[in-house]
């Protein structure tokens, strides 16, 4: 049922595509072909405007793709090549997002550390 509406109905809505995975995570709901299309739709995005839905997909994403403590180890690595696309496109590419958050850590960075960095960005940045 899902899989049958999902362009109609996730595809080009982002706030249901994020609001769904939050709660299938939640319910700890974990089938491979949903799990598989909530992480080919988000790094197929053109863009996401707000860096906590950002943080928010990540972390789903990342914890999708380790197994969830032991809950979904059948879908291990499933997300790996889709995380990959989803930083080059809305990380690597984004100065501000960078700066703000540290994805490799999948945390936001610290008053102290913006304080730290703001040596690091250029004028033109």
Do not use: P
Not at 74 to 101: M, P, Q, S
């Amino acid at each position: 049922m899902i899989v049958d509406r999902w362009k109609d109905e996730v595809v080009y809505n982002q706030r249901v595509l994020f609001d769904l995975a939050t709660e299938l995570h939640h319910i700890e709901w974990f089938d491979k072909d949903v799990w598989t299309l909530i992480c080919k739709t988000t790094s197929e995005k053109s863009r996401i405007n707000n860096t906590h839905d950002f943080d928010l997909i990540l972390r789903l994403m990342t914890d999708i793709n380790t197994g969830c403590n032991g809950k979904c180890k059948h879908l291990k690595g499933i997300a790996t090549k889709f995380i990959e696309t989803f930083l080059k496109k809305h990380y690597n590419e984004n100065v501000d997002r960078k700066w703000r958050y540290d994805a490799e850590n999948r945390r936001w960075r610290s008053l102290q550390e913006l304080i730290d960095r703001r040596e690091e960005t250029g004028q033109n940045d």
